[in-house]
């Protein structure tokens, strides 16, 4: 409990060291001290000799200053190339091989990162590791592609300028996992409050490479697209979105794979969930037989669906995707529902029938798959039927149907299924893009910074290379010159330009072959394009046609072979053979097909036809609201079909049967423009991937095999442009712009020339740096420590800054406070003084009312008083001979006499008689009033009150002749025998002590009866009411 309370880590609760010598543990060892550390002495060396000592791991503190794995790595000169000191092939294979024996798979040459694939999973890339690679300084963690991450990031919002991660090698190297890496330390760096964002773009490289990756003979996951993921952030380093750019889907592998390779991942996916879901009937699929689109020539297909566990998971977690990322339900089902619609129609045959007019006509004879695809794809079986079988031909405004041959229908068939599984493959894309777009409340999308990671397909040279692969090896020329361009090329014609005496390095420049495949009219893919366009050409045509034009050193055609030509690439020779090339290259796809597909009641295939492809062969995102009526079908297909919303633009269907439309040559062409367009803006990052051997296996390492790698891909002279070069070269406005406060005051402003820079430069005590005409020439290593001191010095300003805005801030806040409390001063003071008006209205209000009260109550009283005296004095003679009775109140003895109990005994007739007399007296005397206190000043200023009917119910009842004087009365109805009841005691007001009227008659109750009379033999009590 005591060593519990010593370890909290606030201080404040952390209890005082009286109170700690206090505590029984404590008191319990005084004295004992050399005792215990013998005992305890023994019981470690006890533990230590058993093995079983273990140390307890608390949760570590976090602070400013990140935790730095202490390794003898760190400080090891061999995690740099360009530190050898013999540089040649052989001394940089032994340091790749040694290090890889150590599971060292980064290398560092310069600020170019080599990357070995281990074929193994490493433990080296958990968020602790994220954490080792945030911010510091390069030398001192051991290599990572975690560290290239963070360089592009650092320079990102250090320079506020675009990046740019090229990750390069042969297929196999492991460039799909380093860009997954990339993304997953980028996603580490650009945290944001969005955690679902953050989210969304780490599951996006699954699902993509589940509908564009496959299984080739030399790699299991091999990128059959280019993929430029752009991540997009806000102008102080937070994510805020991405974008994916597909390149050149390698959509015949939908139709047919070569010997031991495998269709798209997505295709075993769905058949082993819906299989274990037991959907496979609802989608009309077999559950025996496997389609033929992934069929294979083992027979093995069904039995690894079934038994592979990992397709299973790997549906869920494309199912995962699919949630996380934003696609509804509807739209998943959709895309279920149009790959299965292409297994089944892989699955149509044709035969040929003939008749009399026609020997070449074609027919489905099992129309189970046919009906079964139709379903699925919506659309009606005969139309479908009549567009595979058929097709129609526009002349002169004429309509002719003509039939196909079996071999015809076939390529119609596989042309329909390219067509959805691409097209589909770029909507998902879109939709991706869409549902990962910026929040243009966050931040808007032109002001914030995009860091571009490109995964392509690698270098591959099979034993049978076609058309698919020399696309794929002519973009990896491609990246190689820009490569090179950037490496050697650009920086020596600097150095020239800017008059440094540096030396030349020389290199392998692929430009001449680069323009042999991309050159107008006589380049390898124009040609390719000009022989596409004649009807009757064929692949010998094609190859005869290169081997006229193609007169260079790295095209050559072998005599023993018809259609194969040689390519000599950056990476070594490769053989092609050109069947298919012309069939591949055109990508036709009859426009019935089109309008079919475009009246079906599936939204997303009448948006998947519906929408123009742009000039790198991918599906449109602008989307125009259109009808089926606006489509002009032809008249076998126009029958019966109903108006359908495609909610898309689309062109006319002449156009897809167009021989001047484009080809995959020139899809090919625009897409290289567009990725090259998208690398040039930013800083290139460059990651090699190296394939230590063939054979997949872990912890080999073929000499061979990795130095034809690095001979290709110029590593040596990367190695030796890096050691002599300068890799960062900077114009002289730019470099002081940039780190200007390392040297000058914020005061001054010094010119951008070279002394400025020099200054700057000799004070950060920087070596080996050369000034130019109008740039500052820098090693690759200078611009980390410049950023390092950078960073401290902003570090400092911005603790002043903090410092100086805490002051500023308190004393803000100290005169709003006394502004503050005088504003509620002046508040509560006005409302105290209404509130005190406020009661003191009401106290005065209350107050009259209580006096009113109390003048009522002595008014009637002394009313009821003198009525009585009056009704029993005696009759006399007036001066004009009427009747009346002598008031006699003149003595406080008289008037107790005359309200003796014994009056109220008389009968009723006298009172009656009382009252006759008093009204003859009023009208003879002309209404003249006797005050009953005295003689009355003015007859206006005071009035009788109202004679009080009998037997009504008095107001108050606080003196004994009032209650004497009511009971009388109500004795007197009672012996009349009247039929009227007497009033009931409860609908009497009596009042008791504790009402308040009592309180306030309470002063009037006690006034003595003799000073009644004298006030009434006064007269001035209460004269003027």
């Known amino acids: ?168 090698g042969e297929s196999g190297a492991g460039k799909t996992e380093s860009a997954h890496l990339i993304v997953q330390h980028l996603t580490f760096l650009g945290k944001a409050n969005n955690r679902a964002l953050r989210e969304k773009i780490l599951q996006v490289n699954p699902l993509v490479e589940a509908f564009g990756n496959a299984c080739t003979v030399i790699n299991d996951n091999s990128s059959r697209f280019g993929k430029y993921l752009e991540m997009m952030f806000t102008p102080t380093g937070a994510v805020m979105g991405a974008k994916i750019s597909e390149y050149l889907l390698e959509k015949s592998r939908v139709i047919k794979q070569a010997v031991g390779e495998k269709n798209f991942h997505i295709f075993y996916y769905i058949y082993a969930g819906l299989y274990h879901h037991k959907k496979l009937s609802e989608y009309s699929l077999p559950e025996r037989k496997p389609p033929r689109y992934i069929d294979n020539e083992t027979g093995s297909v069904m039995q690894d669906i079934i038994s592979k566990e990992s397709y299973r998971r790997q549906f869920a977690a494309i199912q995962h995707c699919f949630r996380i990322i934003g696609f509804s339900n509807e739209e998943v089902h959709s895309v279920y529902r149009i790959l299965a619609g292409i297994l089944n129609t892989g699955n149509i045959e044709f035969t040929a029938i003939s008749s009399k007019h026609q020997t070449d006509k074609s027919e489905v004879p099992n129309g189970e798959a046919l009906e079964n695809a139709a379903a699925l794809l919506c659309i009606g079986a005969e139309e479908l039927q009549e567009a595979l079988t058929s097709h129609c031909v526009v002349t002169r405004g004429e309509t002719i149907i003509r039939t196909n041959t079996v071999d015809k229908a076939a390529d119609v068939r596989d042309a329909m299924s390219k067509a959805l599984y691409g097209r589909l493959f770029s909507w998902i894309v879109n939709r991706i893009n869409t549902l990962l777009q910026p929040d243009k409340n966050i931040c808007n999308a032109e002001s914030g910074m995009n860091v571009g990671i490109l995964d392509i397909f690698g270098f591959e040279n099979f034993k049978r290379n076609s058309f698919e692969q020399l696309c794929i090896n002519i973009a990896n020329e491609q990246i190689q010159f820009y490569f090179n361009q950037h490496i050697f090329a650009l920086e020596q014609m600097e150095y020239q330009s800017e008059g440094i005496d ?104 009448q948006q998947l036809f519906s929408s123009p492809l742009t000039k790198t062969g991918n599906l449109a995102q602008s989307r125009a609201r259109v009808t089926a009526a606006s489509r002009s079908l032809p008249p076998q297909l126009n029958a019966g079909r109903i108006k359908v919303d495609t909610m898309e633009k689309m062109r006319h269907p002449e156009e897809t049967t167009n021989m001047k439309r484009q080809t995959v040559a020139s899809y090919f062409r625009y897409s290289l423009m567009d990725l090259l367009s998208k690398m040039v803006v930013g800083q290139p990052h460059f990651v090699r991937c190296i394939k230590p051997n063939d054979d997949r296996e872990a912890m080999k390492f073929c000499r061979e095999r990795v130095l034809m790698q690095l001979r290709y891909t110029g590593i040596l002279e990367t190695v030796n442009i890096r050691r002599q070069g300068y890799s960062h070269r900077i114009l002289f406005e730019d470099f002081l712009k940039r780190y200007y406060y390392l040297t000058f005051k914020a005061h001054q402003n010094p010119p951008p020339t070279l002394e400025s820079c020099a200054a700057i430069l000799e004070k950060a005590k920087l070596e080996k740096w050369v000034l130019g005409r109008t740039k500052v020439f820098l090693k690759y290593y200078h611009v980390e420590q410049l950023n390092l001191l950078l960073r401290e010095v902003i570090g400092r300003v911005v603790v002043m800054q903090a410092y100086t805005k805490g002051w500023l801030g308190a004393r803000r806040y100290k005169k709003v406070k006394e502004k503050r409390k005088k504003s509620a001063t002046c508040i509560q003071a006005a409302w105290r003084g209404y509130d005190s008006r406020k009661k003191f209205q009401e106290l005065r209000i209350r107050r009259n009312e209580a006096a009113v009260v109390i003048q009522a109550a002595f008014k009637g009283y002394v009313t009821r008083k003198n009525y009585i005296v009056l009704k029993h004095s005696k009759p006399v003679t007036l001066t004009d001979g009427s009747l009346g009775r002598t008031p006699n109140f003149y003595s406080n003895r008289k008037w107790q006499e005359n309200c003796d109990t014994t009056h109220f005994t008389e009968s009723d007739s006298l009172d009656q008689q009382l009252e006759k007399d008093f009204n003859e007296i009023h009208m003879r005397r002309g209404r003249q009033h006797y005050n009953i206190l005295g003689p009355r000043k003015s007859t206006d200023e005071q009035k009788l009150r109202t004679t009080r009917r009998r037997c009504q119910q008095p107001k108050t009842l ?58 009434a033999e006064q007269g001035t009590f209460f004269a003027s009411s």
């Open 958 to 1015: 606080n003196s004994p002749e009032d209650s004497l004087y009511y009971n009388q009365i109500n004795g007197t109805l009672e012996y009349q025998g009247s039929k009227r009841k007497p009033r009931k005691l409860g609908q009497i007001k009596v009042l008791d002590g504790e009402d308040e009227y009592y309180k306030l008659l309470s002063a009037a109750d006690s006034i003595p009866e003799e000073d009644l009379s004298t006030l």
């Open 502 to 605: 540096a030396a030349l390095v020389k290199y392998e420049d692929n430009r001449p072959l680069l323009d042999t495949f991309l050159q107008k009219p006589m380049g390898l893919l124009s040609l390719l394009d000009e022989e596409s366009r004649f009807p009757q050409a064929t692949d010998q045509t094609l190859v005869d046609k290169f081997e006229d034009n193609l007169r260079c050193k790295y095209f050559w055609r072998p005599k023993c072979v018809e259609l194969c030509f040689g390519i000599q690439h950056y990476a070594g020779k490769v053989l092609y053979d050109a069947c298919g090339f012309l069939e591949k290259n055109r990508d036709t796809l009859p426009a019935d097909i089109v309008v079919l597909l475009r009246t079906s009641e599936n939204k997303l295939l």
């Open 1 to 168: 409990m005591c060593r519990s309370r010593c370890l909290i880590k606030d201080f404040e609760k952390r209890p005082s060291v009286i109170h700690l010598l206090e505590h029984p543990f404590i008191r319990q060892a005084h004295g004992k001290e050399m005792a215990l550390q013998r005992q305890l002495a023994n019981l470690i060396y006890t533990q230590q000799q058993s093995g079983s000592i273990a140390k307890t791991r608390y949760e570590r503190m976090h602070t400013r200053r990140p935790y730095v794995l202490h390794t003898k790595e760190n400080t090891c000169l061999d995690d740099d190339l360009v530190n050898l000191e013999v540089l040649d092939e052989e001394t940089i294979i032994h340091r790749l091989q040694s290090r890889f024996a150590d599971l060292q798979i980064y290398t560092y040459v310069g600020d170019i990162l080599i990357a070995l694939n281990p074929f193994q999973n490493l433990s080296i890339y958990s968020p602790q590791f994220s954490k080792l690679y945030h911010g510091v300084k390069r030398s001192s963690n051991p290599p990572h592609i975690f560290a290239t991450a963070d360089a592009a990031y650092q320079g990102m919002v250090t320079f506020s300028k675009d990046q740019c991660i090229i990750i390069s």
